[in-house]
């Protein structure tokens, strides 16, 4: 990979930026392409011909691939429509491994069945040679009583007290729903979304490429969690509100030696092969079938400070620490 690209965001044109990136040399790519829907971004004109859409699509996700390490994974997020054409372009060129379907509403769209989730497809540049680690999630509970919202009858002495291995549907991860925790731009992912994937398939140090960066969800995802970081975006303001938030992270995201992802002072995602070194970090019931009605908790709050709205143009971060109770 080209020094001169490593942890830094450049403004250009991703077809073209891509190309001079070297074969195999990146750990994990993620695209968050326009989804040819109109929407309003600053330099863009969302609203392509079907065809050239489709072309154009082809010609990066080609590059993706050919960058990508034999060891690596290849991430593309969009709605289910444009995802069929992009499987037909990949199995040519890489191992699918799953379509995950993360939950999340989406507009209406008229006589039909309301659209309910976007595709995260996931793909590995060779199979065999690939780099993965299993996810395990907090266990879901009832909003007010807190108790398992899933009945595992006489087989709750076999939970995980953390919580399950995530599948390919996720719905635990919720969009930014709250102004104050979004840039101006029309379609942000929240951070917590790209710490699973980059969790699940990078290790420290390894190279995350993002050819769609928008405001810097990717990027910042990797630097918190101690991962390199290449972000290209055709949009200067973007790649200004991206710097201007990535200077304020430091790559903090760890319980004991361990790289985990938080969201409002609660572990959201973290590696199975990392709780025999966490679990110590928790009060966790003895017996464990009692974690139907006893969340386990952390023994101490992490007391991160979350970044809200950028405000780029004064070069100035507004932080709020948040320390929302920990269920328990
Ligand atoms: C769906 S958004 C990505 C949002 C991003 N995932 C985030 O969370 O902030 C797509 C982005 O791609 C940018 N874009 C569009 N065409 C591009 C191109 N040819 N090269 C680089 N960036 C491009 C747009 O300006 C927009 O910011």
Redesign the pocket.
Known sequence: MREDYINNIIQG???ELLKTVPDNSVDMTFA???FNLKKG????KDKLALQEYLDWCEQWITEMVRITKPTGSIYLHNIPKWLTYYTTFLNKQADFKHWISWDAPTAPMGKTLQPNHYGILFYAKDNKQLKFYEIRYPHKRTRKAHILAKDYGGKKAMLHPFGPLVSDVWTDIHRIKHNKYRDE?P???PIHLLERIILMSTDEGDIVLD????????AIAAKRLGRKYVG????NE?VEITKNKLEQETPNSKLGHSWVSYYLDEIVSLRNEDWSDLKEYFYIPTKIEDIDHRPICLKSKLGISVPLKSNHKNGKEEHNTLFDPIIG
């Open positions: 044109d991703c077809l968050d392409p326009p971004y600053n330099s863009y731009h379609c942000q992912l050819p769609f960066n928008g405001t810097g969800t990717t290209f975006e055709l949009d973007y």
